[in-house]
Each structure stands twice: as structure tokens, then as C-alpha cells.
């Protein structure tokens, strides 16, 4: 699809839903939205980072979207090593707008949900401290966002400096071969549960008022983007090109990736198999939440028949 497709493809969506008996819910923040300048806040939690940085503060650096267009939150968590400097010194040398926020809590969910919070922009997006984008990633989603739509990246995983296949990758491929946007009850087109690590960018009043919970120590972003699609039911978008690449580094040691037994990553998401059976009287049969909470249900059956007893 072209953009200009995307775009009126997305057009006819809204049309309808505004003439839908959810409008009033679906833009009841539409003038918060407008208020907010165009461009897109970057989030990034750091937890003792002063070592891995570089890649993403020189990407950071270097983006072609307008300075004017964006900003960074650090959100230092537990940090005990020398990553304020290093933060302090990307903020007075880059020339990009820089927004330092602290906390002696090690909790990359604490980090983003209070980095959120200083958001000014209209869009947002997330991006670890060891991982790093492409050029054109910030300047592609702004052009792809709008009120009702979150991005799917494009995902590049670099494991031990080498780059390697990433599942979720593979899935956005097969999820987008036929259309590069989908409308909330597609989930069965786009295996929309299978790419929630590769959505990064969303709109600020969406993300705002879901909290990411620091009770979890694995599926911390599957149970944030359930709680945002079953609130929000957005519009799904990838970009036609790979000016989006997103460069996830795998690192044992990182705060959100960290190693744990079989039973610490097992009980999150039973948590979230929990929170499904709970909620499964709140909506209809064809509604676009239970449809995607049926598909996580499966993904997550089939996570924890994999899962490694070690």
C-alpha cells in the first residue's frame, strides 16, 4: 500500500466510527489530543545504562525529524552507576529537546509510567536504553499517527553484535502481507496479540491513562497494551517502507530482560490468563476485545507449554 492509501483507508474507518454508537467514547479526547504540539515524545527508562547507551544517543542525535518535532524523557531508574552523567551530556551537547526525570526504584514499569506523565507531545514512544533506531524512525511514525492509531515497527534484533531473526518480526510480515492498516475487529487478519512487542508509538492520551504494572516481572508490555486495546480498540498501522527499524539489542543483564526461573515467568502470565477469565461477561461474543483476548489466551497457552523448566 501506498501512503496515501493507509491514509484513506484510515479516513473511511473514522467515518464510520463517527457515525457509530461508540463515537461519543472512541473521541472523547480528541480536543486534549489537538491542544498538544505535532510531534512525538521518546521514553526511555535507564536502568545503570552508562555503558550502552552510545548506539541509541548517536541514532537519537542524528534523527531527521525536525528538532522541534520531538523530545527524549530518561527516566533513570535505580541507576548506582554513571549513566546521569552520560545523560547529562547528551543533553547539552545534541541539541535535542532532553527531559531527566529520577527515581532510586529499579522498576523500568515505574520509569514509563511517570515518563508519560511529562509527555508533551501528541504522539509517544518507547525505547529501551540499549536498543537504538534507524534515521527515519521518529519522522515515519509522526507521518503514519494520528488520533485513533497506534504503529507496529519494524523490529531488528541484534543478539551478541549479530543480527538474528526476530519472532515478532516475522509475525508483523505475515500480519500486514494484504493491507498496511487494520480497523479494530481485524484482529484475525493481522494476528494483532502476536505484534504487541513490536508496537512502540501511540497516542500520548492513550498511554497516559494505562499504567504499566510494576507487580510484573515478564509480560509487563503484553498486560499494558491489552489493558490500551481493550480501552481504546485502536486503528493498526505499519509502514510500507522499513524507514522504522528499530534495533533491539538482546543483553542478559538488562533490567527488563533479566533471568528468571520457570515459576517467575509463568506467574505473570497467569496473572493476565486471570484477568481474561474475569473479564470475559464485560463484552459481547464479536466484540473487538474478546476477540483479541481469545487470540492472547491461545498465545499464551502455547507460551507456557514452551517455557523452559531449567
Not at 548506582?80 to 526525570?101: H, L, N, P, Y
Not at 497506534?150 to 508483523?172: M, P, R
Not at 498486560?223 to 509502514?239: A, C, E, G, Q, Y
Request: net charge negative; glycine share 2%.
Amino acid at each position: 500500500m501506498t501512503y496515501e492509501e493507509i491514509a484513506a483507508f484510515r479516513t473511511l474507518i473514522e467515518q464510520v466510527e463517527r457515525k457509530g454508537p461508540h463515537a461519543a467514547q472512541l473521541y472523547a479526547y480528541e480536543t486534549e489530543y489537538l491542544a498538544a504540539p505535532e510531534g512525538i515524545s521518546v521514553i526511555v527508562p535507564v536502568h545503570n545504562g552508562a555503558d550502552e547507551m552510545v548506539e541509541l544517543m548517536i541514532s537519537l542525535a542524528n534523527q531527521s525529524l525536525e528538532r522541534s518535532r520531538f523530545e527524549v524523557i530518561f527516566a533513570l531508574n535505580g541507576c548506582s552507576d554513571a549513566s546521569r552523567a552520560v545523560v547529562d551530556r547528551f543533553a547539552a551537547t545534541s541539541g535535542v529537546d532532553t527531559v531527566i526525570i529520577e527515581s532510586e526504584n529499579p522498576s523500568v514499569a515505574q520509569a514509563r509510567n511517570e515518563a508519560l506523565h511529562l509527555a508533551r507531545f501528541r504522539q509517544a514512544t518507547f525505547v529501551d536504553h540499549d536498543d537504538h533506531l534507524s534515521r527515519a524512525y521518529l519522522e515515519e511514525c509522526v507521518s503514519l499517527s494520528d488520533y485513533r492509531s497506534v504503529i507496529v515497527s519494524n523490529i531488528i534484533k541484534l543478539e551478541n553484535g549479530a543480527l538474528a531473526e526476530d519472532y515478532a518480526q516475522t509475525v508483523v510480515a505475515r500480519g500486514f502481507e494484504s493491507s498496511h492498516i487494520h480497523g479494530p475487529d481485524d484482529i484475525a487478519l493481522c494476528f494483532r496479540v502476536y505484534t504487541l512487542n513490536a508496537i512502540k508509538t501511540a497516542p500520548t492520551y492513550m498511554l497516559r491513562r494505562i499504567d504499566y504494572d510494576p507487580n510484573l516481572a515478564h509480560s509487563e508490555d503484553v498486560n499494558f497494551w491489552r489493558d490500551l486495546f481493550h480501552r481504546f480498540t485502536p486503528i493498526t498501522i505499519k509502514s510500507p517502507t522499513r524507514r522504522d527499524m528499530y534495533f533491539r539489542k538482546v543483553i542478559s543483564h538488562s533490567l527488563s530482560r533479566k533471568h528468571t526461573d520457570f515459576y517467575d515467568k509463568a506467574k505473570p502470565r497467569f496473572h493476565i490468563l486471570d484477568r481474561i477469565a474475569q473479564d470475559a461477561d464485560l463484552y459481547s461474543c464479536d466484540s473487538p476485545q474478546r476477540k483479541f483476548d481469545l487470540q492472547l489466551k491461545e498465545l499464551i497457552m502455547e507460551t507456557l507449554a514452551n517455557l523452559g523448566r531449567d
